[in-house]
């Protein structure tokens, strides 16, 4: 059974930064994709950022050119280096792996206040 386990979350200002992540384990291989994927109040959860085993990235529109998504495969952790924050960018953040079934963490808070 694949486990994610999340950490970095926080209260952060408008403007800040701060820097997601999220360690996989109980898998024999790399996760196929790993993500990002953010819940606000009141709203449905949404995809922020996903990266493959090969490197390829996709990201929502609205965090392009602020956040980054990367992974060490070595480690089985996704990291989402989040910069220039706004409140817009507060939520639950859960982390998502997929090979062949979705795994999701627990989730970690974000908050930016403005």
């Known amino acids: 059974q694949v486990q994610l386990v999340e950490s970095g979350g926080g209260l952060v200002q408008a403007g800040g930064s701060l820097r997601l992540s999220c360690a996989a384990s109980g898998s024999r291989f790399s996760l196929n994709r790993m993500g990002w994927y953010r819940q606000a109040p009141g709203k449905q959860r949404e995809l922020v950022a996903t990266v493959t085993s090969g490197g390829s990235t996709n990201y929502a529109d609205s965090v392009k050119g602020r956040f980054t998504i990367s992974r060490d495969n070595a480690k089985n952790t996704v990291y989402l280096q989040m910069n220039s924050l706004k409140p817009e960018d507060t939520g639950v953040y859960y982390c998502?792996?997929?090979?062949?079934?979705?795994?999701w963490g627990q989730g970690t808070q974000v908050t930016v206040s403005s």
């Open positions: 998502n792996g997929y090979n062949g079934r979705n795994y």
